[in-house]
């Protein structure tokens, strides 16, 4: 994926200090939090089976029920998050499990880390056979 100049431009338009950019209310922290905030509410919709302001499909009896704040603790520091609801509490959001409180970035490093990160088996090409 390549993120266009212009929408680059736009974001660090007001960064100025390495704090802008990185500190505790700097724009990567804020990225973060809209970030997961928007694919915590894609599963919401995904789960419930329609957008978000949209009338839900006829038989559906759950819907959207607003969000709770949830405090979540990473590499960089505390991550508030909103995450969504439904009436049922149906909804089991993959991204932020009910009662995690941890995200945790796993790097790639080696082989074995690999594995455990995306459950898939790697061979060095060298070494083929």
Not at 19 to 32: F, I, N, S, T, Y
Request: with cysteine.
């Amino acid at each position: 994926m390549t993120i266009p100049q212009a929408l680059l431009d736009e974001l660090l338009k007001d960064v100025k200090r390495p704090e802008d950019l990185l500190g505790d209310a700097g724009l990567m922290k804020e990225l973060k939090i809209r970030l997961m905030e928007w694919m915590l509410g894609a599963e919401l919709t995904e789960h419930l089976g329609y957008e978000e302001g949209k009338e839900a499909p006829s038989g559906q009896p759950n819907r959207r029920n607003g969000s709770t704040k949830k405090a979540l603790k990473s590499e960089d520091g505390e991550l508030p998050v909103a995450v969504p609801r439904d009436r049922d509490s149906s909804f089991e959001p993959a991204l932020v499990k009910k009662g995690q409180n941890r995200v945790i970035r796993k790097s790639i490093k080696t082989r074995g880390s690999f594995r455990e990160c995306h459950k898939l088996c790697v061979s060095d090409p060298a070494h083929a056979v």
